[in-house]
């Protein structure tokens, strides 16, 4: 019933986070903890208690089970998968970047290698590169495409609480100039 994508520290944050009455050691496996999330789910036929604005969207129990059916969110990558992600990305941001958009000076043959090139970077918008390239391409005027990173409900909620942390500690916008100084001396 639960996929096996979900690793134990998201079944653990999910439990936390949409207050699930789960006692659990922390010293638990991950067979452990689906086994006593299963059983819960099994004899819990209605549960109002749900936590309100969850990171996870879950307010009923259809969307829980839906929700651990199905694969996790939250994609892990092997090492070999975030180098030559992160080599997309660098071979975009210098496109954007250093190219100026252009395709001639950069390493790509025509926009549709950089479609293609998009369309499966953005799927990982958990990585911070890949937010950046889907920024950077989404101001090319160029384009009609508008890149969207597709990011986890977790990283979603740090994301938020950053934004929330800068909105408080800096309220008003601090205006750097940049470019050239003159310094004048009299």
Same mark, same amino acid.
């Given at each position: 019933? $639960?996929?096996?994508?979900?690793?134990? *520290?998201?079944?653990? &944050?999910?439990?936390?986070?949409?207050?699930?009455?789960?006692?659990?050691?922390?010293?638990?496996?991950?067979?452990?903890?689906?086994?006593?999330? &299963?059983?819960? $789910?099994?004899?819990?036929?209605?549960?109002? @208690?749900?936590?309100?604005?969850? +990171?996870?969207?879950?307010?009923?129990?259809?969307? +829980?089970?839906?929700?651990?059916?199905?694969?996790?969110? &939250?994609?892990?990558?092997?090492?070999?998968?975030?180098?030559?992600?992160?080599?997309?990305?660098?071979?975009?941001?210098?496109? @954007?970047?250093?190219?100026?958009? !252009?395709?001639?000076?950069?390493?790509?043959?025509?926009?549709?290698?950089?479609?293609?090139?998009?369309?499966?970077?953005? !799927?990982?918008?958990? +990585?911070? @590169?890949?937010?950046?390239?889907?920024?950077?391409?989404?101001?090319?005027?160029?384009?009609?495409?508008?890149?969207?990173?597709?990011?986890?409900?977790?990283?979603?909620?740090?994301? *938020?609480?950053?934004?929330?942390?800068?909105?408080?500690?800096?309220?008003?916008?601090?205006?750097?100039?940049?470019?050239?100084?003159?310094?004048?001396?009299?």
């Amino acid at each position: 019933m $639960i996929h096996k994508t979900h690793s134990k *520290n998201d079944l653990v &944050k999910l439990i936390n986070e949409i207050n699930i009455p789960i006692i659990f050691s922390h010293s638990a496996n991950k067979t452990d903890i689906q086994t006593l999330l &299963k059983e819960w $789910i099994d004899e819990t036929v209605f549960y109002t @208690s749900f936590t309100e604005n969850n +990171l996870y969207k879950i307010h009923s129990m259809i969307h +829980l089970k839906s929700y651990l059916m199905n694969e996790s969110p &939250k994609k892990s990558l092997t090492v070999k998968e975030k180098s030559a992600i992160m080599s997309v990305c660098k071979k975009i941001i210098q496109y @954007s970047r250093d190219c100026k958009y !252009q395709i001639e000076p950069s390493l790509y043959n025509s926009e549709q290698e950089i479609h293609d090139d998009m369309c499966y970077i953005s !799927q990982y918008g958990d +990585l911070p @590169s890949v937010r950046r390239c889907c920024r950077l391409m989404n101001l090319n005027l160029k384009s009609t495409e508008n890149y969207k990173a597709i990011i986890s409900p977790q990283v979603q909620g740090l994301l *938020n609480e950053k934004k929330i942390v800068k909105q408080v500690v800096m309220p008003e916008k601090i205006k750097i100039k940049r470019g050239p100084i003159w310094i004048r001396f009299d």
